[in-house]
């Protein structure tokens, strides 16, 4: 329980910012190169990042996270949280206004999150609302049926970004063509296919922010090429750096590599419904043959952690570095396997998507690590979405992908990837342990402290125990973006803040 | 004397262009018939819808008394055979001589397998040529030497009406001589029916009893040799006649056959 | 006899690369003279009239001898068609080569063009309708490509077979307007052909070759009735003789 | 959770619905043939709802643009190069010339545009290494570079080509008679041996004109340019198929109209088919 | 009667040069060949002659620069360049020709077909041809290659569907100008059948320009290969591939730039190869 006071959501400013302290540079474009279009704007339904670094350029929601990864005050000037976990108040802040100059009102946040109750979505509302109410024109409370500890941090999420009431008074769909928000930024021209253009929001409540006029998404879906234009000046910035170029802008003069660790974990998943990795001692056996040490050096180059565990460090209650792993030893992997329904090998298939090339150069280090164990992997390679219709119909007997929590919540990325009833289903694992179960409950419901930390690590036990999935590495967030460009944030979930960017004329 | 090869009507198109029109002929058993007339009159359009190369729009070609159809069989192919213009095209540069000339003995099975070595030497010494050049390539030969060739193929298959579609006119005056001897030796030896074009009067003279002149998909006139060199029945002819060149001095002469 | 040959060949070897392909050819012409050039196919005749013209084809060179010739030479091929480029409209072509060569107006070359085509029996029509090569009969042709060697104002015609590609009566024409000209316009001639008959009508001296030089040479009358060689003496034997045409006076 | 991935599948899902792909077979089938037929069109991008016929002309103007200076560049060169060959036959420039198609033949496209890009864009900063400028000038400036290596790819074919066909020009009687009447060789050059051997040049690009557009369609992804060919790809990752199948349609008509126009350019520049009617 | 017999003497039997002699006098069927054996040996023997097994990893000994060790260094997971590339040649080569050979033996046949017999059957044949011109190579094999799923399948697939026309034409051409010359007309008036006539008289005849054409054509297909492997949806790992091997260099190319230039040479090397080999052969046959 507790309050927390409407502390300055400039604490993410960079550096350099400060440094000169005098007029910040205002004016100009910047150009952000991107891998993906952005598609739709629909916050409620949404959950890929090719639409959520927009969506939260556009929409904001109540509380946000900061660049460290802490709950701040948003579009609230403060909030507080009953002792029982079940009442939450939220106080707006003075003088919020739409981009289209309307004030912002506490029935606005209601229409918000009732919209975003109602379409339920990928990212659903998790916690059990039993009102949202509008106290006065300025404060906002909603009540839980039952405490749900995650919830505070579930709203800094993009999904529960607010928008006007009944839509600004236009259908839906009009208004999903030209949104309007609260955010720094509003479109401007969109093709939901190529590029979009923000110019700055003159209503936002950041006064004087953002110092740029305008901000061009720009697609660039071959990397190399988007490389090349940030070498050529072409681009300000770019989004997703792979990690093995990042060495090469970082040495050179005129591109710097901006980072800000990672929620992310890479893992190799099974399917538990596949015939051989349902068998516990199968998924032992190819965990203890991986040498995670070496595959994150040899794909990594300095910007991941190995994983030992689920919980990217960045994260709270995450135990990486007391958890008892299965750690590289191919004696014992072929012990183990020899445990196993299959102790003399057998071939199976590894699915990955294709147009990643480090998750294709990962795919081979474990191909060759289950050999090494007797156990024929072959690559199947397909594209994205084919890949996605494949797991999600647990089409797949391992696959290669990553978990991202979208706040710093450790119940984020555990919900998504052990709740057997949840819209993932352990993330398409079909993984399902009692007891892990009643441990992720009990955790949503335990208010932070010492007793959620050793719920946590319990759970997190059993599952380096049972590996459902293999967590390989926690790679680092990195952005490649001019050495000129000032103010660029990035946050631990891979969004940019752009309110603070100056260019230099 | 009975008729090997009547033609009736005969009319070919090529698109838009009538290449025969209505041409009507009749071929004596064991006579040559010289047929001559300017380029593009329709000599060699004729000779092919003999050989059963096109197929008219009209009219029909009587081989002695059988009708030869649209798609003639490969009996009544073999009875008819012709020899082209050009020496340098008219054979397969793939195919050894020794392969040319068994290629119809085999197919047709004209003679047994073993015999066809004998066979392909007793069609070369036929034509005046040697049995070494059996193993060779078409391109090794002379222009006349090809020609010969060319009519041993198509004796081969001992058909009964040879065409010879200006068969010299692309040889050398003193080559030309040669195959001219040896299509009147093979006439008088293997008492062929031939059917003999050229624009060239002197050749028709040379080898002809009968001459047909063409005149723009017509047959202006069929007349014995003798009649037309010299009482020709059209102006036409005469004309023709009278634009061959002379030698200066009426005394120079020679060459007869 | 005039003064000196204005065309006076001596010695003449052609090779392509180390094949010697003509060697030893010499004669010598004076100005409204015709020489015949005959003999079996490849023995070198064009190859010597277009050294003569001094175009020899690609990869083919002189090595020996001597070409002398105080007047220019122009050159009639076998193909009508052919020599005429199928792209450009055929009294442009007369116009091009009066305009290059006369250097007189674009104007006044068209005029001297259409002139030409009128004295060598072009039919009007063309004035009319500049027209393709495509377009015209081999006999037309064959008489635009006259045109453009006499658009030179030759001293030497060089005549490659111009009457081969032709019909009997074509060729009659052909033949006829080429011996009026060269009575009119005094040119020498270099005539090649495979038709002694021509040959010696066309022609006072003639050369007969056979692999690449001159066998025999001389008056044509005189070597026609005294032939030295073999290869004469097979030459006219091979000539196909034909009765007298009743009713009709000898040419 | 946000998954680090691009698109998602309920709004597929409810996308398939409004576009009546949940429709059975034949119904959709004819859906389709009424669409293309009306409108021209094969329906509406199952991503973002747009008529894929919108989608398309939206991005065409680029890539024709982008076509359209290929081959100006690939006829442009090839005639140079041909003609410096043919002229020098078997001096040192025609062999390099000749060489030169060997060695190109076997480059892979994307390595050439990569070459390139390296070269002029990063190290030289002459053109830019991709996207499409602004304006008109812009859009020219920064597609010199993809123009030039989809020529490239053109260009070996073109050159030998054009050099037989010019060779054979340079060999025929008729250049025999052009030069011994005295015709300067600078005219024959331009007036006749060019336009003799651009004809059957034109032909041959007539014929590559689809190599040409899909060495476009990878060039356009080496470059990052928004045509036709990255909506290609696109397209397919997402398996946006009424969008590909209106590409497909729209390549082809391309295909087809460009053959037509090039074989009525040899109608109307070569007088034999003429003077055949 | 004078003697006609042989009126001019055959050529004497040493002036024949052999074979063997007018391949050596076509310098670049000469160098063409060689350097087809010398890639053919490497990917034929290549198990033999790597130093290393194209997929063994070293994965703390990656980007190493070429060394006495590893001639051409080693890549991103630590394996030996130099084996992998010399395994690509195997497999790429492997590709090529094996989705030549049915396109090659269809396209051929129908060429001559629609060029022999002409009429309806060339009206046909030639429609289907028009057709699949339309439609740019690339952007087929893309969507093929996608639909099937990454690997060699799309590669075949693609091929047996297109490939076949850039020989059906040419064949077509070919017969049909054939078909005019009289050596075919020889034939027919012989009363050979029309199979024959195009299996023994025209295919030999067409096989050689085809031939010429296929060379020029496995060119154009290695760069497909090599294409979809740098668009990452030709051959699957570990088979090492060329293009693969170019896409993942390319992430290293201003540190370690030998990754994607050596087999960006090796598809030109091959290029080269091949188009010299087609070169000397047309070469060869002209002159015949
Ligand atoms: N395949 C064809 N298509 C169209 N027209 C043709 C074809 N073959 C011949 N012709 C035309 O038909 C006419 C007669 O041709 P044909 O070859 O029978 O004449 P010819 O008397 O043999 O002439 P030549 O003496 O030149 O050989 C000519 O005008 C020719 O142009
Ligand atoms: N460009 C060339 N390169 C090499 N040899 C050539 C070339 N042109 C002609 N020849 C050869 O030179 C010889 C003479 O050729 P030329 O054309 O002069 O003969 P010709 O007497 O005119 O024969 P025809 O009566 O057939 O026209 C021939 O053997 C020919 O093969
Ligand atoms: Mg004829
Ligand atoms: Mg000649």
Known sequence: SGSNTGSSPNSAASPSQSADGGKPATGGTFTYGRPAAVNSFDLHNQITSNNAFAIDKVFEPLVAFDNKGEIVDWLSKSHNISKDGLTYTFVLRDGLKFSNGTEVTAQDAVFSIERHLKVGGPLAIAAQVVSVKAQDAKTLVITLKEPYTPFISELSNFSNGIIPNNFGGVSEEEFLKKPIGTGPFVVEKWDPAGDVTFTKNTNYWQEGKPYIDKLVYKLIEDDSQAINQLKAGEVDAIESLALQNANELKAGTATAVLTNGSWVTEQLFFNTLDQHFSDVHVRRALALAIDRNGLTQALTFGFAKPANSLLPPAIPYNTNDTIKALNYDVNEAKAELAKSKFPSGFST?????????????????????????????????????????????????????????????????????????????????????????????????????????????????ILADEVPYIPLYFPDILVGARSSVNGLVVLPNGSLRFEDVQLKK | MSTALRIEDLTVHYDHFTALDKVSLEIQQHTTLGLVGESGSGKSTLARVIAGLISPVQGQVLLGSQNLGKKRS???????????????????????????????????????????????????????????????????????????????????????????????????????????????????????????????????????????????????????????????????????????????????????? | MSASPILEVEELSLAAGSKTLVSGVGFSLDRGESLGLVGESGSGKSLTLRAILGLLPRGVEQVGGTIKSEVRAAMIFQDPRKSLDPLCPVVRQVEEVVYYRQQVSRKAARTIALELLEMLGLPDSLKQTDRYPSQLSGGQCQRIVIAIALACKPGILLCDEPTTALDVTVQQQILATITRLQQELDFAMVFVTHNLAIAATLCSKLCVMKQGSIVEHGDALSLLQHPQHPYTQMLIDSVLPLPELEGSASV | MILGEYSTPEAIASMHHTLGLDLPIGDQYLRFVRNLVTHGDTGASIISGTSARELIADRAPVTLLLIVMASFLAILLSLLLAMLAATNKDKLLDHLIRIFPTITLGMPVFWVGLLLILLFGVRLRWFPVGGVGEGWTGMLHSLILPAITVAFTQIPTLVRSLRAQMLEVLESDFLVTLKAAGIPSRVILLRHVLRNSALPTLMLLGVNISYLIGGTLVVEQVFGIKGIGSLLFSSISKRDFPVIQGIALYCAIAVVIISLLVEMASWWLDPRTKGKQ | MKSTLLDLPLQPDDQRKSTFQTILSTPSLVAGGIMLVLLIGLAVLAPVISPYQPSEQNLYAFLKPPSAEHWLGTDQLGRDVFSRLIYAARSDLKIMVLAEIIPFCTGVFLGMLAGYYGKWVDSVISLVTDTFIAFPFYLIVIIVAFASGAGQRGIYITFILVGWIVFARVTRGLSASFRKQEWIASAQTLGL??????????????????????????????????????????????????????????????????????????????????????????DLWRRK
């Open chain 2, 74 to 257: 490969r009996e009544q192919h073999k009875k008819i055979q012709m020899i082209f213009q050009n020496p340098d095209s008219s054979f397969n540069p793939k195919h050894t001589i020794r392969q040319i000339l068994a290629e119809a003995l085999l197919f047709h099975q004209i003679v047994d397998r073993s015999h066809v070595d004998r066979r392909c030497k007793e069609l070369l010494a036929s034509v005046r040529m040697d049995e070494s050049a059996l193993g060779r390539y078409p391109h090794e030969f002379s222009g006349g030497q090809r020609q010969r060739i060319a009519i041993a193929r198509a004796l081969s298959v001992e058909p009964s009406i040879l065409i010879a579609d200006e068969p010299t006119s692309a040889l050398d005056v003193s080559v030309q001589l040669s195959i001219l001897e040896l299509f009147n030796k093979l006439k008088s030896e293997l008492n062929l029916t031939m059917l003999f074009i050229s624009h060239d009067l002197g050749v028709i003279h040379a080898i002809s009893d009968n001459v047909a002149v063409m005149r723009q998909g017509r047959l202006v006139e069929v007349n014995t040799k003798e009649q037309f060199f010299t009482r020709p029945s059209t102006a036409y002819s005469r004309e023709l006649l009278s634009a061959v060149p002379k030698m200066p001095t009426s005394q120079l002469s020679g060459g007869f056959l």
């Open chain 5, 193 to 282: 059948s029309g199979v024959r006539i195009i299996l023994r008289h025209l295919l030999p005849n067409v096989l050689p320009q085809a031939v010429v054409v296929l060379m020029t054509d496995m060119v154009g297909l290695l760069v497909a290969i090599v294409t979809l492997g740098y668009l990452g949806i030709g051959i699957a790992p570990p088979t090492p591939d060329w293009g693969t091997m170019i896409a993942d260099g390319q992430s290293f190319i201003t540190t370690a730039w030998w990754l994607s230039a050596v087999p960006g040479f090796a598809v030109v090397y091959t290029g080269i190869a091949l188009s010299l080999t087609g070169d000397g052969l047309a």
């Open chain 1, 349 to 461: 298939k590894l699915l990955i998507a294709s147009g990643n090339s480090a998750r294709a150069q990962e795919a081979q280090i474990i191909q060759n690590a289950a050999k090494s164990i007797g156990i024929n992997i072959e690559i199947e390679t397909v594209e994205l979405a084919t890949f996605r219709e494949r797991f999600f119909k647990y089409d797949f007997a391992a696959m290669l992908n990553s978990g991202q929590a979208d706040s710093p919540e450790a119940n984020s990325i555990l919900a998504f990837q052990t709740d057997p009833n949840g819209f993932s289903k352990s993330y398409w694992t079909h993984y399902t342990n009692e007891e892990v179960t009643k441990l992720l409950y009990e955790g949503q419901k335990t208010p932070d402290g010492e007793s959620r930390g050793e719920i946590y690590a319990k759970l997190q036990q």
